[in-house]
């Protein structure tokens, strides 16, 4: 028998056992306090102009227009302040007041409230936008002029560090001027403001625009001011330099019957709808009189019975590979005419893209590279001549003293002055052979520091190239004296290294040691043949 320990349970039925939610309620019941009186709601008129303006969305169910509501809450809201005390940060892509919660809605209005009464405050961007759309659709404003002061405001407070908001409200203040009827031009408020560089595009063939260089810089490929030879206290000569080579090429334009433009420019488009403030949340509600808006010969805008269209440039899509090209070549001859230490190749690639527009009639590229060079000697010519004026004045006075003297001196006899100019000559002719050989020891002087900077930064540039890309250019060296039928593609590929990686890199570093690059890539390396001579050398020494 197993002697195993046992236990026997008797459950008994009950005729009241109850179920297990009667059980838990009971239970509840017995610790749970009694039931209290809800007690009536505070009010909130504040709360209470909120939901009003949010039912506004109610009376077009079916609307999807988010600035048509937008601008219907705004002028509800228009004369609305607050004293809020809290500060919830807002971060909203196309903020508006539909998707704000109380606390968002309380801290806008306060901030609001005050950069009306003008205590500028920082506060987070989604704020601010929020208050420039507001100002677009003339809330809170007396009139246009009043809009744009307050956009101003805005702008000098906030815009820079914020690379979003000052992209925008540039483009935005553009429109303004369009849009509204201004007591002042555009150019005038771009020239009163300094703001020429957000608007390159729109003044790049405008006459009397200060600094040039840094209008047409902002549309090209190649970024002048990151060059070596700019920063080295050339900054203005290259400035002067460059508006000399836009005249010239500006003329040689007009003696072909055609416009400088229309080397930039490609065509204008026909008249097509315009709508002001794109990006933002703007619905046009107010009449506008029939007028147009010219900015330049290749921007017209028109307004016609309240209707906005425009016609506007249409641009080569190189256009930025050929301005920069025009500014890199003029480097390239100024850095040769100033003898500067580093020479610049402006090649047939401007930065990554292929240059394919100079096959225009009006520039081919023979011409333009002629045009260009002689532009860059003249204005050097003119910048070292030599001035010498003379002052009439002074010259009779000299006249006058020198006759007083003569009469005072005697006069020696013929034989003592004879002997007196045998004595002289030789000091005369020693003093003269002295400035000569000081002379030639000064220029020899100048020319060896030059050389040898110049041979510096060959040597850095030895020492600073791999075992792969010295092979690579010893390689280029033998196929370019015709010696080798050597491939640098296939040594590239051995090494397991793109060609064009492999350029980019000789290429770097020789930019860094001397200043520009020595080869490019087309299938091949090719060496550039000014500095193969030079080349010769790192691999011989290598």
């Known amino acids: 028998m197993d002697d195993s320990k046992f236990a026997e349970i008797e459950i008994k039925s009950t005729q009241n056992r109850s179920t297990s939610a009667e059980a838990a309620l009971r239970f509840f019941s017995s610790v749970s306090p009694p039931p209290q009186a809800i007690k009536p ?28 509501l937008f601008y219907k809450q705004a002028q509800f809201m228009e004369e609305f302040t607050d004293n809020f005390e809290g500060n919830a940060k807002f971060n909203m892509y196309y903020p508006y007041y539909q998707n704000m919660g109380y606390e968002y809605l309380r801290t806008y209005f306060t901030w609001r409230t005050k950069i009306r009464n003008g205590e500028v405050l920082p506060t987070s961007l989604s704020y601010i936008f929020l208050y420039i759309y507001e100002l677009l659709s003339g809330i809170g404003v007396s009139d246009a002029a009043d809009g744009l002061n307050k956009l101003l405001v805005l702008w000098d407070a906030f815009a820079s560090g914020n690379p979003n908001l000052e992209k925008y409200l540039a483009i935005w203040l553009k429109d303004y001027h369009i849009f509204y009827d201004l007591p002042h ?55 002067d330099c460059f508006t000399d080579v836009l005249s010239e090429i500006q003329s040689f334009c007009i003696k072909r019957n055609t416009r400088f433009e229309d080397l930039i420019v490609y065509s204008v488009s026909r008249r097509s709808p315009w709508q002001p403030f794109k990006q933002a949340l703007f619905q046009n509600q107010t009449q506008q009189g029939d007028r147009e808006i010219i900015v330049s010969d290749f921007e017209q805008y028109f307004c016609k019975n309240g209707q906005w269209t425009a016609r506007l440039p249409i641009y080569y899509s190189s256009q930025k590979d ?18 500067y230490k580093y020479k610049l190749i402006a090649d047939m690639k401007s930065g990554s893209k292929p240059f394919r527009e100079l096959q225009r009639p009006a520039a081919k590229r023979a011409e333009l590279d002629k045009l260009i060079e002689n532009a860059v000697t003249e204005f050097h010519r003119n910048l070292t001549r030599t001035v010498v004026t003379v002052d009439h004045g002074n010259l009779a006075r000299i006249r006058e003293e020198a006759f007083e003297t003569q009469e005072q001196l005697i006069v020696p006899e013929a034989d003592n002055v004879q002997k007196e100019q045998q004595a002289d000559e030789p000091a005369h002719l020693t003093a003269c052979q002295n400035a000569h050989i000081q002379t030639d020891d000064y220029l020899s002087t100048d020319h060896a520091e030059l050389t040898m900077s110049f041979s510096d930064g060959w040597k850095a540039l030895r020492k600073a190239l791999s075992d ?18 050597e491939s640098t593609k296939v040594y590239a590929d051995e090494n397991n290294i793109m060609l064009e990686v492999l350029a980019d890199s000789i290429n770097e570093k020789a930019a860094d040691y001397i200043g520009d690059n020595i080869l490019q890539v087309d299938d091949e390396l090719i060496l550039y043949d000014e500095y193969i001579g030079y080349l010769e050398n790192i691999v011989a020494k290598s």
């Not at 709601?41 to 048509?68: G, V, W, Y």
């Not at 301005?323 to 040769?336: F, M, P």
């Open 41 to 68: 709601r505070t009010p909130d008129p504040i709360r209470e102009k909120f939901f009003e303006m949010r039912r506004l969305a109610s009376q077009r169910p079916f609307s999807r227009n988010d600035s048509e």
């Open 185 to 239: 031009s555009f150019s005038d408020f771009i020239e009163e403001r300094k703001m020429q560089k957000y608007y390159s595009l729109t003044l790049l063939f405008y006459e009397n625009v200060e600094n040039k260089l840094e209008l047409w810089n902002n549309v090209s490929t190649y970024n002048v001011m990151n060059s070596k030879f700019y920063k080295d206290g050339n900054e203005q000569l290259m400035s």
């Open 322 to 339: 050929f301005v920069g090209y025009i500014i890199k070549k003029t480097e390239a001859c100024l850095r040769q005419a100033v003898g």
């Open 468 to 485: 792969v890309e010295q092979k690579a250019l010893s390689i280029a060296l033998q196929v370019s004296r015709g010696n080798s039928s």
